[in-house]
Nanobody, 118 residues
Framework: QVQLVESGGGLVQAGGSLRLSCAASGSISSINIMGWFRQAPGKQRELVAT???????NVADSVKGRFTISRDNAKNTVYLQMNSLKPADTALYYC????????????WGQGTQVTVSS
């Protein structure tokens, strides 16, 4: 069984920074993709950023240059450094793990709230 535990959300003023963390536990494949998605009220869940186990990243245009995704493979942990936050970044942020290669299993964290005040 795989579990994802997120931390680091909160309330911040526009222009501020937050760092999200997500630790995966259980049977984790050495080949996987970890990432962050977000969902604002009344909107669909959208990709924020992903990173493969070899370090290749994919970052949404809306956050490019402000958010940085990284990971520590030894700890099975992914991070999202969020700088220059905007009210439009307010959402529930979900950690995601695609575990394995040929037929990956997908797991989600419980979500952590990020609120940016203007």
């Amino acid at each position: 069984q795989v579990q994802l535990v997120e931390s680091g959300g909160g309330l911040v003023q526009a222009g501020g920074s937050l760092r999200l963390s997500c630790a995966a536990s259980g049977s984790i494949s050495s080949i996987n993709i970890m990432g962050w998605f977000r969902q604002a009220p009344g909107k669909q869940r959208e990709l924020v950023a992903t990173i493969t186990s070899s370090g290749t990243t994919n970052v949404a245009d809306s956050v490019k240059g402000r958010f940085t995704i990284s990971r520590d493979n030894a700890k099975n942990t992914v991070y999202l450094q969020m700088n220059s936050l905007k009210p439009a970044d307010t959402a529930l942020y979900y950690c995601n793990l695609r575990n394995g290669w040929l037929n990956p299993s997908t797991y989600w964290g419980q979500g952590t709230q990020v609120t940016v005040s203007s």
